[in-house]
């Protein structure tokens, strides 16, 4: 019988995904019945799933071996109470690539000062802010997972001194790795720049906070690609007035899309983008979840499995 799996994503989704999946499935000699809806849940063995799509009650579908998140963070998924199935984040090369043009394009911003040079005036003349050289500048990242460590690569390839902060220890060749508390303190009093790549758990809300701010570095620049509450707002609008820090770019938020009249949009020294650093990308997610119901089918371990303690 053919593999059944369920693609619950939105319809645009399905209209890329398919003809991809179909493709992909057939190259590893998966017989596959990949489907949009069922009216059988409960021979289902593997659902495809992004937390907005149609599917959102989990508890028919009883047999599922594996729910595969065609999303990175997974926050939403868990606060679904229903969906009690392994669940698989999306680890995905594609969107690492992506992450890291757009962490290395606004590490560069900062490191530049470009948005001073945006806001002169007409024949306001500021030659006195050269940068130093990226290798006197340290660009701390908390969160060295998959996308953190590829993007703190990138920019230590640039020629910037690069530190990284998790929950466990990690060590790199490259990149000056540090956990627990005294590393973190380490991390945010060391750098210039400091990158958010963590995911949004229990333990990781409203760590960028006044307390912790106030470790960091006078003059520091944020840039968060990661969960808006990492960061609590208020406290990173007032060190921005203070002069604390200098800058802040700031991609993803607690309320989503960002209120016109939140004042992020319209702070001088904050750079909103939308939700846009970087995302799932086609080919390379499709692989991952091809490669992952390979391995269920062959009785091998699922990769990128969260662990529901952790929250990620
Ligand atoms: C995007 O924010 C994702 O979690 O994949």
Redesign the pocket.
């Known amino acids: 019988m053919a593999i059944p799996v369920l693609f619950s994503a939105p319809a645009a989704s399905w209209e890329s995904y398919a003809p991809f999946l179909k493709d992909l499935f057939a190259k590893a000699g998966l017989d596959v019945n990949l489907v949009q809806s069922t009216d059988n849940p409960d021979e289902v063995k593997y659902i495809i799933y992004a937390p907005n799509g149609p599917v959102q009650d989990f508890a028919p579908f009883k047999n599922v071996k594996l729910i595969q998140s065609l ?3 997974v926050e939403t998924a868990l606060q679904n109470k229903t969906l009690t199935q392994p669940l698989a984040r ?1 680890v995905d090369p594609g ?1 690492s690539e992506g992450m890291a043009d757009y962490v290395l394009g606004h590490v560069m911003r900062h490191h530049l000062g470009i948005a001073l040079h945006a806001s002169v005036q007409p024949g306001e003349w500021r030659n006195d802010t050269a940068a130093p050289l990226a290798r006197n500048r340290t660009v701390g990242f908390l969160g060295i997972g998959a996308l953190g460590m590829y993007c703190a690569h990138a920019v230590a390839k640039q020629g910037f001194n690069v530190l990284g902060w998790s929950r466990n220890l990690k060590s790199d060749d490259i990149v000056d790795c540090h956990a627990g508390p005294d590393g973190f303190a380490q991390v945010l009093g060391q750098s210039d720049i400091l990158v958010l790549l963590l995911p949004d758990t229990a333990d990781t809300e409203n760590l960028i906070n006044a307390e912790t701010i106030a470790q960091m570095k006078d003059g520091a620049a944020i840039i968060n690609p990661g969960r808006g509450p990492l960061i609590d707002d208020d406290a990173l609008l007032a060190a921005m007035d203070s002069g604390k820090l200098s800058g802040a770019t700031l991609d ?1 938020f607690r309320t989503e899309p960002l209120p016109a009249n939140n004042p992020y949009w319209t702070h001088p020294k904050v750079l909103v983008t939308p ?1 846009i650093a970087s ?2 990308r086609l080919e390379t997610s499709a692989a991952v979840v091809v490669e992952n119901i390979e391995r269920g089918e062959a009785g091998k371990p699922f990769l990128h499995l969260v662990d529901r303690e952790a929250g990620y």
Request: charged fraction near 10%; proline fraction near 0%.
């Open positions: 999303w990175a963070g999306m969107m993803v939700h995302e799932t």
